[in-house]
């Protein structure tokens, strides 16, 4: 009698942990839960067939801005890994990360980039600039800790992780190759890049642009109207020949920039539009972190080399 109450007991216990699968065929899949959908990408082409991966941010979303949503609270909750960026980029969900550090693992992937890699410009007032991701060798860093912390969570699947990861690296080897050809071919004297926010400083660190921002470092304080000026004050005397807007960013501030230029005298063209803070629509080629790297750069110097 208690061996048939035994064995009945092991068959619930059993049937219980086949629930708990997120997959009611095929083994469980970790959960992982990112922020950027830059982030999500490396989670993607690393995890690929072992992980449910999801990026909270879509395209278009700002992540200065964003804030967690009770539901999005509830998505992170049931997590088995967290990544977000780091260095105050996601600045509205520091709580959120305090408060699910205890339960789940939360990783920052910008967290390991030595600090001597990262800018520090004045008008951010003594915090790094966050945008690591447009220096392809610092993304690269970030992509090795992603690698590391789904193997700590799930060394089982270690081998397939590392070879992923490998592929993954390689593909930014070929990208990092791709983009320095595309600059080659515009002149040194056309390499300034004007945009609406400060999101391309490690851009033009790394591939020698000249990078102006209407906006600082974050999207949190509006461009004055001195701003503006300045700003097109600078395009004419400098005759640059084409400026850029930002998917994440309201266009109506580089309009302005465009006509004030125009006002003194100076034809400045939308030169196209970049992805900054956030990437193009999943399923496209800007819906990957390679293809939003290779939109810009082929955007930038197509609209410059004019
Ligand atoms: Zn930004």
Redesign the pocket.
């Known amino acids: 009698m208690k061996k048939t109450l035994l064995f009945s007991l092991l068959g619930i216990a059993i049937f219980l942990t086949g629930c708990t699968s997120n997959s009611p065929k095929g083994p469980y899949k970790l959960n992982v839960v990112s922020t950027t959908g830059m982030i999500n990408d490396i989670v993607l082409n690393i995890g690929s067939g072992n992980v449910e991966a999801k990026g909270l941010m879509g395209p278009g979303v700002?992540?200065?801005l964003y804030k967690a949503s009770e539901g999005d609270v509830n998505t992170l909750a049931k997590a088995d890994v967290i990544f977000y960026n780091g260095l105050h980029?996601e600045s509205k969900m520091g709580e959120v990360f305090e408060k699910m550090s205890g339960k789940v693992k939360v990783v920052a992937v910008a967290s390991t980039i030595p600090e001597a890699k990262l800018r520090t410009p004045p008008e951010f007032k003594g915090f790094h600039d966050?945008?690591v991701w447009f220096d392809v060798s610092l993304w690269k860093i970030a992509a090795l800790e992603v690698e590391k912390a789904l193997i700590e969570v799930d060394p089982a699947n270690a081998s397939a992780y590392k070879e992923r990861a490998k592929q993954y690296q390689e593909k930014l080897d070929t990208l990092e190759i791709e983009i320095k050809a595309a600059i080659k071919t515009l002149p040194k004297e056309k390499r300034i890049l004007v945009t609406a926010?400060?999101?391309f400083g490690y851009f033009g660190r790394a591939y020698g642009f000249e990078v102006i921002g209407l906006q600082g470092?974050?999207?949190q304080a509006e461009a004055g109207t001195q701003d503006v000026q300045r700003l097109a004050a600078l395009i004419q005397q400098r005759k640059i020949p084409a400026i850029f807007i930002e998917t994440?960013i309201p266009i109506r501030n580089i309009k302005a920039v465009q006509d004030a230029a125009k006002a003194k005298g100076w034809n400045v063209r939308i030169g196209g539009e970049l992805f900054?803070?956030a990437m193009g629509t999943s399923g496209t080629p800007q819906g990957t972190y390679v293809g939003m790297v290779r939109h810009n750069i082929h955007t930038i110097v197509k609209a410059l080399g004019q």
Do not use: N
């Open positions: 700002d992540p200065h980029l966050p945008h926010h400060d999101a470092i974050s999207t994440a900054s803070d």
